[in-house]
């Protein structure tokens, strides 16, 4: 079954860790895609990747890293320096570069304490 | 930049009533449009798109215009239901110099009651 998988779907992490997240695809999608969602807000992107080896930062890039050594696959790690990181990060991926939909996970929500 | 704004919610109707929620947007050039559904908890699914002017997207009793001269894209549905109860996400995509992105709204919270 094709799809994007994200994990784990909870995770808690002691303010000052670094943590990463996990997202996954075989649909053979060339592009991927994080985003972050607060309460009642809206998503905002974080960082994408159109191509292996290749990224870019989004509108809030500021306090995470991102790397795409295989195209399945695009972790995003939340690092020390964000200085916000508690919310629910949603990754996505779609066909190419043209100006068709994305296909989401099921996210991952974010606690730090 | 691109920029969608959707109608502030939380919006609460009855089973069967007449739903609309407005969407405008911002752009340089020629965007696709799109609806996003999200229920809680999960991520978000395509409910619908239009990728030129006048196109109409529709799924699930859902329907939208592409609207060039107004740049709305509203989405409506004639009778909702209570399994429609969820968050609505109006999105555009652009091609940039680096790929294209997705750009959202800031969601509408919709709660149909029986």
């Known amino acids: 079954d094709g799809g994007i998988t994200q994990s784990p779907k909870y995770l808690f992490r002691k303010e000052g860790q670094n943590v990463t997240l996990s997202c996954e695809q075989n649909l053979n999608h060339d592009a991927m895609y994080w985003y972050r969602q607060d309460p009642g807000q809206g998503l905002r992107l974080i960082y994408y990747s159109q191509i292996v080896n290749d990224f870019q930062k989004g509108d809030i890039a500021e306090g995470y890293s991102v790397s795409r050594e295989k195209k399945e696959s695009f972790p995003l790690t939340v690092t020390s320096a964000q200085k916000n990181p508690t919310a629910f990060y949603l990754c996505?991926?779609?066909f190419g570069t043209g100006l068709t939909e994305a296909f989401f996970g099921q996210g991952t929500r974010l606690t730090v304490v | 930049g691109n920029s969608v704004t959707q109608m502030e919610g939380p919006v609460t109707l009855s089973e069967e009533a007449f739903l609309t929620i407005n969407c405008t947007y911002t752009?340089?050039?020629?965007?696709?449009l799109f609806w996003y559904v999200q229920y809680p908890g999960e991520g978000l699914q395509l409910l619908l798109k239009a990728t030129k002017a006048d196109d109409k997207g529709s799924n699930k009793g859902f329907e939208a215009t592409y609207r060039k001269e107004t740049t709305s894209f509203h989405l409506e549905k004639g009778s909702v239901q209570v399994s429609d109860s969820a968050v609505y996400f109006c999105a555009l995509s652009e091609r940039e110099t680096s790929g294209s992105r997705l750009t959202f709204g800031e969601g509408t919270q919709l709660t149909v009651n029986p």
């Open positions: 996505a991926s779609s």
């Open positions: 752009a340089t050039g020629y965007p696709s």
